[in-house]
C-alpha cells in the first residue's frame, strides 16, 4: 500500500518528534537495540540538561482546539465501534470456516499435498537417475575393459621385447668370461696380449713405445711414460695414404 | 511519582512505531508492543511486527507503509490494543481507521503554508517586474541623450 503523505507527515506530528528526540538522548548513552543487562551500564541520575529542561511547547491555534474536539469526538467513536466491527468480523469468520483454525488445517492441508508432489516428483528423478546412472555404468565399465585390454596388449608386447632383448645378451655372452672357463681365457689372453699404449697416426701406423713383448724378460723399465715423443720428426702417414691403406685391406 | 505500570491499563497490547534503522536513516516498524509501560526501545519488547513504515520520501515523492491488515484488526479487536497516534495516522489514511483529526489540521496548515509561499512568489514577481520596468524607464532617457 502506498501512501503519499510526505507533506502531511513532514509538517507536525509532536509524538514522532518526541519520540526522534528521546532517542537522540538514549543514542548519546551508546545504548543498543537490545536490552541490557541489569546494572550494566550504571544506573546515572538524569543529567542536568535533561532535568531542568522544560519543553514549552507551541500553544495550538483556538480554531484548532476548537476543531480538533468535535473531531476527536467522532473519531473515538468510530474507534470504539470498529473494535466492535473487527471482533465481530474475526468471530464470523471463525464461526463461517475462516477463522485462524481453518486456515491452519487449510494450510496443512496445502503442506501435505505440496509433500506429496514434491515426493512424486523425487521419485520420478529418483528413477530416471537410476536408469541414466545404470547406462552411465555400463559405458564406462567398456571403457574401462578397453583401457584394460589395451595396457595388458601393451604390456604384453613390452614383455616379449624384453625376453627377446635378454635372449640376445645371452647369446652374446656365450664368449664371456666366467668361473669355468677363466683359466683358458687367462691362458688364451696370455697367448695373445693386446697393447693399447701406443701413439698413432692419421694414416693408422701405430707405434710402440717400449716395442711389446710377449713374455716379459728382465726387469721391466721403471719408467711407464714416453721420454719423449716417438713420432716427432717421423713423416706422418696422410689421409690419402690410410685411404689407400683401407682400400688394400678392403681387398684382401 | 511515576509509577512503571499503571494497573489500569497494565497488560494492554500497544501498537507503535518502533525506530529501526542507522545514522541519518530513519526506518520504522509497525509493532505490537506487551505494554506502554514496558517502551518501546529494545527488541525484545516487540510482540508482533504488523507493518513497516518508511519516513523518508523516495523518488517519486512517497513515503511507503505496509500494514498487515489481518494482524492489525486481530489486535485491535479481539486484544483491544492501544494505538499511538502517529499509527492512528497511518491506519487513517491508509483506509482500515477514518481520517485522524491530526491530519485535517496537518493538512489544513500545510495548505496554509502553500498558500503564503504562492503569495510570497507571486509578490517576489511582481517586485522583480516593477524593478525592471523601472530600470527600463531610467534607462530609456539615457541612451536617448547621446554625450
Not at chain 1, 500500500?1 to 528526540?21: E, F, H, I, P, Y
Not at chain 1, 473515538?76 to 477463522?99: K, M, P, T
Not at chain 1, 713405445?209 to 719408467?223: A, D, F, H, L, N
Request: with cysteine; proline share 6%.
Amino acid at each position: 500500500m502506498l501512501v503519499n503523505c510526505s507533506r502531511l507527515s513532514t509538517a507536525g506530528g509532536r509524538c514522532l518528534l518526541a519520540s526522534s528526540q528521546m532517542d537522540d538522548v538514549i543514542q548519546k548513552r551508546h545504548m543498543g537495540r537490545r536490552q541490557p543487562k541489569q546494572g550494566k551500564p550504571p544506573i546515572l541520575p538524569p543529567a542536568k540538561k535533561v532535568l531542568y529542561h522544560v519543553v514549552h511547547a507551541p500553544w495550538q491555534k483556538p480554531e484548532d482546539v476548537e476543531e480538533l474536539l468535535w473531531r476527536r469526538h467522532a473519531y473515538n467513536n468510530a474507534v470504539i465501534s470498529l473494535r466492535e466491527v473487527f471482533r465481530a468480523e474475526i468471530a464470523q469468520n471463525a464461526s463461517h470456516g475462516q477463522g485462524i483454525e481453518s486456515m491452519k488445517e487449510a494450510e496443512a492441508l496445502e503442506f501435505d499435498e505440496l509433500i506429496a508432489q514434491n515426493q512424486a516428483r523425487n521419485d520420478e528423478k529418483r528413477a530416471a537417475r537410476a536408469e541414466r546412472e545404470s547406462d552411465d555404468t555400463k559405458e564406462t565399465k567398456s571403457v574401462i575393459l578397453e583401457e584394460i585390454r589395451v595396457e595388458l596388449e601393451k604390456r604384453n608386447a613390452e614383455k616379449k621385447r624384453a625376453e627377446q632383448e635378454v635372449r640376445d645378451v645371452i647369446a652374446r655372452s656365450a664368449g664371456f668370461v666366467n668361473r669355468e672357463n677363466l683359466e683358458t681365457k687367462i691362458l688364451e689372453a696370455l697367448e695373445k696380449p693386446t697393447i693399447y699404449d701406443f701413439a698413432i697416426d692419421r694414416a693408422g701406423n701405430k707405434y710402440f713405445v717400449p716395442e711389446p713383448v710377449k713374455y716379459q724378460e728382465g726387469t721391466p723399465t721403471r719408467q711407464k711414460g714416453r721420454l719423449y715423443d716417438q713420432t716427432l720428426g717421423t713423416q706422418h702417414g696422410t689421409m690419402e695414404e690410410a685411404a689407400s691403406k683401407k682400400q688394400n685391406q678392403q681387398s684382401l | 511519582m511515576r509509577k512503571l505500570v499503571i494497573p489500569k491499563y497494565y497488560g494492554r497490547p500497544s501498537i507503535g512505531l518502533a525506530l529501526l534503522g542507522c545514522t541519518n536513516r530513519p526506518f520504522y516498524h509497525v509493532c505490537v508492543f506487551p505494554d506502554r509501560a514496558l517502551g518501546r526501545r529494545y527488541e525484545g519488547n516487540i510482540l508482533e511486527q504488523v507493518g513497516t513504515f518508511d519516513p523518508l520520501p523516495n523518488q517519486k515523492n512517497e513515503k511507503l507503509v505496509a500494514l498487515n491488515f489481518g494482524r492489525l484488526k486481530y489486535w485491535i479487536g479481539e486484544r483491544n490494543a492501544h494505538i499511538s497516534v502517529p499509527v492512528l495516522e497511518l491506519l487513517g489514511l491508509s483506509g482500515l481507521f477514518p481520517i485522524h483529526p491530526k491530519s485535517f489540521i496537518r493538512a489544513k496548515d500545510n495548505r496554509a503554508l502553500i498558500a503564503d509561499q504562492q503569495l510570497k512568489t507571486v509578490a517576489e514577481a511582481a517586485e522583480a517586474e516593477k524593478i525592471t520596468q523601472e530600470q527600463d524607464s531610467s534607462g530609456a532617457p539615457s541612451t536617448s541623450h547621446p554625450q
